[in-house]
């Protein structure tokens, strides 16, 4: 047997099991050895038949007086004894008529299942069955559970699992050697059999340990060889002008915070060495990220050099454009801002072009459209990314190939990353963190709404209104659906025009809308034409009204924590107080994540909670990704996580080849294709 055999070598296997496999993916036996049980059930204690409590439970016994019988409405129900030397118990299964036949009479057999009550007797209901064995796939142990397909169940799988076996206990080891001896982990064969199949709930524990810190270890090392790798590039030094900086910062309508002062500070110290910058500063919405990057771009483009800065959206794109001109505008760079989106016409694009390979346009602000296009990028030093997370190494190979040499990258982002997940993720960035707001800043309001109090709410939020204050409300919906009870955009947009805040100007946008009519939209509200925006998630990242106030989440129990905590960084920008109304569909309870975003405006904390509670993939998009899932390890497991850093880091400063490793080598090497956000 051979990993690539098809499932079909397998006894038992024929195409139509197979396709039903391939339906979970699995279509090799060395996919199958893969599968790794979602869950286990523990029936590992036999217990005498006299000594059984209600509950799911194992015995040892021998079959007696198998009998079966048709009820009422064509129910079969096979009925049988069993007995031990404590006593006897009865069993029962139902449409199983096939027991009559299979099970023998004066056979010894281990039997699992639920031991319950059924028509005022005690019995033992639809119990699996297995012949007394040293190893039993069934009964009488830990048993794992699959996730199983229609027509494919646990039993079915395990017993094809079981004829792997021999497979899997040859399976080569991946890890270096003084890796597994220092840290003391299981062999990866015997790790995996005790994933199917475990010995004893320590020897699973022991197990999870052992393919969890691979899982770990790889990540690490994947972004740790990925940041040498960087170190070796050469990149254009970026002076320092001290003049520069003080005129700038002189200019701005406020003080920068000591956060802003120390991570521009770390940025200009990044740029002057002749290696890429590679930084990720994370600020939680409202901290002032854009400044920031401002001053990062001054400095590039006092030397006559270029910036590209990239946002996610088009809407995005031309906001920035807009704040970035206005705050260079003192030290005269504001003629050498520029936009470069998809929705340009093509006349548009050109001139662009044209500007930039003149090189009077030096910061150039746009979407992926900046690197996609035929834009000359001979000049660039900085490319800035806002609230990206997917810039992989394909488009930094690009900008290399487009520049002559390596771009400075600076990352911007508002998802806070907690600590645990940043290092074994991101192990090759330098991360700056702005953990302070600007002090004008008042928390904003947060409040979860029951559906019986949003007359009372929309007078209040009127009272704002009538003050020439504004407010988003944001819908999990574009349109009414049949299947999801959720308030649409829509439907939102038509009840408050023509009932709640007739007397209000109300506006609608949303996703399928076209980019122009976005635009007119999104400027409407931010030149105050608009009262209220009734939105889909598209406001979701960045945008800047300072008028804002309110914000109404609607469906407000749908939502991810982290989505609900960028939204509601939307108001109370400036020195107003904001509030944030959660609207709930129902009357339920609104659960923990809601009651965490009324208490806490912290994005670090809200995050760090929901990975407790949801796991990463709720935290950070990206490791849904199917080279970074983890299907062993927790990421909450610090002790783990520390240990598989420290072998990382010894297995780099060792200079090994990995090579050697062959399995581990191609594993890490398709996580350094998805991790390197640069
Ligand atoms: P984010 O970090 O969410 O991108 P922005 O850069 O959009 O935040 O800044 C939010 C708002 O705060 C902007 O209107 C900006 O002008 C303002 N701001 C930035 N820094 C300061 C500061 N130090 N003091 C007061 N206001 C500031
Ligand atoms: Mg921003």
Same mark, same amino acid.
């Given at each position: 047997?051979?990993?690539?055999?098809?499932?079909?070598?397998?006894?038992?296997?024929?195409?139509?099991?197979?396709?039903?496999?391939?339906?979970?993916?699995?279509?090799?036996?060395?996919?199958?050895?893969?599968?790794?049980?979602?869950?286990?059930?523990?029936?590992?204690?036999?217990? %005498?038949?006299?000594?059984?409590?209600?509950?799911?439970?194992?015995?040892?016994?021998?079959?007696?007086?198998?009998?079966?019988?048709?009820?009422?409405?064509?129910?079969?129900?096979?009925?049988?004894?069993?007995?031990?030397?404590?006593?006897?118990?009865?069993?029962?299964?139902?449409?199983?008529?096939?027991?009559?036949?299979?099970?023998?009479?004066?056979?010894?057999?281990?039997?699992?299942?639920?031991?319950?009550?059924?028509?005022?007797?005690?019995?033992?209901?639809?119990?699996?069955?297995?012949?007394?064995?040293?190893?039993?796939?069934?009964?009488?142990?830990?048993?794992?559970?699959?996730?199983?397909?229609?027509?494919?169940?646990?039993?079915?799988?395990?017993?094809?699992?079981?004829?792997?076996?021999?497979?899997?206990?040859?399976?080569?080891?991946?890890?270096?050697?003084?890796?597994?001896?220092?840290?003391?982990?299981?062999?990866?064969?015997?790790?995996?059999?005790?994933?199917?199949?475990?010995?004893?709930?320590?020897?699973?524990?022991?197990?999870?340990?052992?393919?969890?810190?691979?899982?770990?270890?790889?990540?690490?090392?994947?972004?740790?060889?990925?940041?040498?790798?960087?170190?070796?590039?050469?990149?254009?030094?970026?002076?320092?002008?001290?003049?520069?900086?003080?005129?700038?910062?002189?200019?701005?309508?406020?003080?920068?915070?000591?956060?802003?002062?120390?991570?521009?500070?770390?940025?200009?110290?990044?740029?002057?060495?002749?290696? %890429?910058?590679?930084?990720?500063?994370?600020?939680?919405?409202?901290?002032?990220?854009?400044?920031?990057?401002?001053?990062?771009?001054?400095?590039?483009?006092?030397?006559?050099?270029?910036?590209?800065?990239?946002?996610?959206?088009?809407?995005?794109?031309?906001?920035?454009?807009?704040?970035?001109?206005?705050?260079?505008?003192?030290?005269?760079?504001?003629?050498?801002?520029?936009?470069?989106?998809?929705?340009?016409?093509?006349?548009?694009?050109?001139?662009?072009?044209?500007?930039?390979?003149?090189?009077?346009?030096?910061?150039?602000?746009?979407?992926?459209?900046?690197?996609?296009?035929?834009?000359?990028?001979?000049?660039?030093?900085?490319?800035?990314?806002?609230?990206?997370?997917?810039?992989?190494?394909?488009?930094?190979?690009?900008?290399?190939?487009?520049?002559?040499?390596?771009?400075?990258?600076?990352?911007?982002?508002?998802?806070?990353?907690?600590?645990?997940?940043?290092?074994?993720?991101?192990?090759?960035?330098?991360?700056?963190?702005?953990?302070?707001?600007?002090?004008?800043?008042?928390?904003?309001?947060?409040?979860?709404?029951?559906?019986?109090?949003?007359?009372?709410?929309?007078?209040?939020?009127?009272?704002?209104?009538?003050?020439?204050?504004?407010?988003?409300?944001?819908? %999990?919906?574009?349109?009414?659906?049949?299947?999801?009870?959720?308030?649409?955009?829509?439907?939102?947009?038509?009840?408050?025009?023509?009932?709640?805040?007739?007397?209000?100007?109300?506006?609608?946008?949303?996703?399928?809308?076209?980019?122009?009519?976005?635009?007119?939209?999104?400027?409407?509200?931010?030149?105050?034409?608009?009262?209220?925006?009734?939105?889909?998630?598209?406001?979701?990242?960045?945008?800047?009204?300072?008028?804002?106030?309110?914000?109404?989440?609607?469906?407000?129990?749908?939502?991810?924590?982290?989505?609900?905590?960028?939204?509601?960084?939307?108001?109370?920008?400036?020195?107003?107080?904001?509030?944030?109304?959660?609207?709930?569909?129902?009357?339920?309870?609104?659960?923990?994540?809601?009651?965490?975003?009324?208490?806490?405006?912290?994005?670090?904390?809200?995050?760090?909670?929901?990975?407790?509670?949801?796991?990463?993939?709720?935290?950070?998009?990206?490791?849904?990704?199917?080279?970074?899932?983890?299907?062993?390890?927790?990421?909450?497991?610090?002790?783990?996580?520390?240990?598989?850093?420290?072998?990382?880091?010894?297995?780099?400063?060792?200079?090994?080849?990995?090579?050697?490793?062959?399995?581990?080598?191609?594993?890490?090497?398709?996580?350094?294709?998805?991790?390197?956000?640069?």
């Amino acid at each position: 047997m051979v990993v690539s055999d098809e499932l079909t070598s397998l006894k038992g296997v024929g195409p139509e099991v197979a396709r039903k496999f391939a339906v979970l993916g699995v279509r090799t036996v060395g996919q199958l050895a893969d599968y790794l049980p979602r869950r286990y059930e523990d029936y590992s204690v036999v217990t %005498p038949t006299a000594k059984l409590r209600p509950g799911q439970v194992t015995v040892r016994a021998k079959l007696k007086d198998v009998s079966g019988r048709y009820v009422r409405r064509g129910m079969h129900i096979t009925e049988a004894a069993a007995s031990d030397a404590s006593g006897s118990i009865r069993l029962v299964w139902f449409n199983q008529p096939y027991r009559l036949t299979s099970l023998k009479h004066d056979q010894e057999y281990y039997l699992s299942g639920k031991f319950e009550l059924s028509n005022r007797r005690f019995g033992l209901m639809n119990p699996s069955v297995e012949l007394v064995s040293d190893f039993p796939l069934n009964v009488a142990r830990i048993v794992p559970i699959y996730r199983e397909t229609k027509g494919l169940n646990s039993r079915q799988i395990r017993k094809c699992i079981g004829q792997v076996l021999p497979l899997i206990r040859a399976l080569p080891e991946t890890l270096p050697a003084w890796i597994t001896e220092e840290e003391k982990l299981m062999p990866r064969a015997r790790a995996m059999e005790a994933m199917h199949f475990p010995a004893s709930a320590t020897e699973l524990e022991q197990a999870k340990r052992r393919l969890g810190f691979e899982e770990i270890y790889e990540l690490v090392l994947a972004s740790l060889l990925n940041k040498y790798e960087l170190m070796r590039e050469q990149a254009p030094p970026v002076a320092f002008d001290e003049k520069l900086a003080k005129d700038f910062v002189k200019h701005l309508p406020f003080q920068l915070t000591d956060a802003q002062r120390k991570v521009v500070w770390q940025i200009y110290q990044d740029m002057q060495k002749a290696q %890429p910058m590679n930084r990720l500063v994370e600020g939680d919405v409202g901290s002032g990220k854009t400044v920031v990057a401002a001053m990062a771009a001054a400095m590039v483009m006092k030397d006559g050099h270029q910036v590209a800065f990239m946002a996610p959206t088009e809407l995005l794109a031309r906001q920035h454009a807009e704040t970035l001109t206005k705050v260079l505008a003192p030290i005269g760079y504001d003629k050498k801002v520029g936009l470069l989106v998809g929705g340009m016409s093509t006349a548009q694009k050109t001139s662009a072009h044209k500007a930039i390979s003149d090189n009077k346009m030096q910061l150039m602000v746009g979407t992926h459209a900046l690197i996609q296009e035929k834009v000359d990028m001979q000049r660039l030093e900085l490319v800035i990314i806002d609230e990206q997370h997917r810039f992989g190494v394909d488009q930094r190979k690009k900008l290399q190939a487009k520049a002559g040499h390596m771009p400075h990258v600076l990352n911007l982002t508002a998802t806070p990353i907690p600590r645990s997940l940043a290092l074994t993720l991101y192990g090759e960035l330098d991360i700056s963190v702005l953990d302070a707001k600007p002090a004008n800043r008042k928390p904003i309001i947060t409040e979860i709404c029951a559906p019986v109090s949003r007359k009372q709410r929309y007078e209040n939020i009127d009272k704002e209104l009538a003050a020439g204050r504004q407010m988003f409300v944001v819908c %999990p919906l574009i349109a009414e659906s049949d299947n999801l009870p959720a308030m649409s955009a829509e439907k939102m947009y038509e009840q408050l025009t023509n009932k709640d805040f007739k007397h209000r100007r109300v506006g609608l946008l949303h996703g399928k809308m076209k980019a122009d009519e976005k635009n007119a939209v999104m400027q409407k509200f931010v030149s105050r034409d608009l009262d209220i925006l009734v939105a889909t998630t598209v406001i979701e990242v960045g945008v800047d009204v300072p008028n804002a106030t309110v914000m109404l989440i609607e469906g407000a129990e749908r939502f991810g924590l982290a989505q609900m905590h960028q939204r509601r960084g939307r108001v109370g920008r400036r020195e107003h107080q904001g509030y944030c109304y959660l609207m709930m569909s129902d009357s339920k309870s609104p659960g923990r994540r809601l009651r965490a975003l009324e208490t806490s405006n912290d994005g670090f904390r809200l995050a760090e909670f929901d990975l407790a509670e949801r796991g990463p993939g709720a935290v950070y998009g990206t490791l849904q990704h199917g080279e970074l899932d983890l299907r062993v390890a927790k990421l909450t497991d610090v002790k783990l996580i520390a240990s598989a850093r420290k072998a990382a880091q010894a297995t780099i400063d060792r200079n090994e080849d990995l090579l050697q490793y062959p399995v581990m080598y191609e594993h890490v090497r398709a996580i350094r294709a998805v991790t390197n956000l640069n």
